[in-house]
């Protein structure tokens, strides 16, 4: 009986070693939201995500940094947005900033930085 407890506890203490672990390891590819939900564990690092184009239309409610620069545009998933600048289209020669068309679907290469806490997406 007291080696079923052993191994119940050796479990849990497994599974919360490896939750805690992955709030320290940024996925590959992240979503929107995991970059803004945690911008520190992202910062410097180049991501690759999907999302869609918003320009300035679709993103009332994006936080913006203090600094950004005039070519800046938003994109979003279903999870969230960021501003964006200069990142790469993937698949293209393009960087975001070229002629794209409202809500259409993109994957984007970027370097994430941040600004008095709060993530945007640059060239790579």
């Known amino acids: 009986m007291k080696q079923k407890h052993y191994l119940l506890l050796g479990i849990v203490v497994i599974l919360g ?3 805690i672990i992955s709030n320290f390891i940024p996925k590959k590819n992240p979503t929107i939201s995991d970059i803004v939900g945690n911008p520190r564990l992202y910062e410097g690092k180049i991501v690759t995500i999907e999302c869609k184009y918003g320009n300035w239309e679709r993103c ?3 936080k913006a940094p203090a600094v950004m620069n005039m070519s ?5 998933d279903e999870d969230g947005c ?3 600048s200069g990142s790469e289209i993937v698949g293209t020669d393009e ?5 794209l068309t409202l809500d259409e679907p993109l994957i984007l290469r970027a370097r994430v930085i941040v600004t008095d806490g709060v993530a945007m997406l640059s060239r790579p």
């Open 72 to 76: 800046a545009v938003c994109v979003y």
């Open 17 to 19: 070693v490896v939750l």
């Open 95 to 99: 960087y975001l900033g070229a002629q």
């Open 82 to 84: 960021i501003y964006a």
């Open 60 to 62: 009332q409610n994006c």
